[in-house]
């Protein structure tokens, strides 16, 4: 079953956050994930979305191999470049 890794964020330093882009998207093909949603613009319809104005979904093959992709050694070298550029929330979902 495909999983779904999501992020919600808002980017306060964009040049930390173009090196943490440029580097995390060989990592997510060599891992077997393809983007489905990238930071594309927000219409939200009803509620409040809150201050996370980049949404991004990340689908891999199951759940655990979107867990293999974020706890990699490889992944975890780069991530402190997203966290110090982007104040968020990150989830992995089960697909249908």
């Known amino acids: 079953m495909a999983a779904y890794l999501v992020a ?9 956050f173009e090196r943490y882009r440029e580097a995390v998207s060989p990592l997510i093909d060599r891992f077997g994930g393809r983007y489905r949603v990238r ?6 319809l009803e509620g ?3 201050p996370w104005p980049r949404l ?3 689908e ?8 293999l ?3 990699s050694p490889e992944y975890q070298q780069i991530l ?4 110090s550029s982007a ?9 249908v």
Not at 87 to 95: F, L, N, P, S, W
Request: proline share 2%; no cysteine.
């Open 87 to 95: 104040d968020g929330t990150v989830a992995i979902v089960e697909g």
């Open 60 to 67: 891999f093959q199951s759940k655990d191999a979107a867990r």
């Open 8 to 16: 919600q964020l808002k980017v306060h330093d964009r040049v930390t």
């Open 39 to 44: 930071g594309g613009e927000l219409d939200v």
């Open 48 to 50: 409040d979305w809150g």
């Open 69 to 71: 992709f974020y706890d």
């Open 80 to 83: 402190p470049l997203r966290q």
């Open 56 to 58: 991004v979904v990340i």
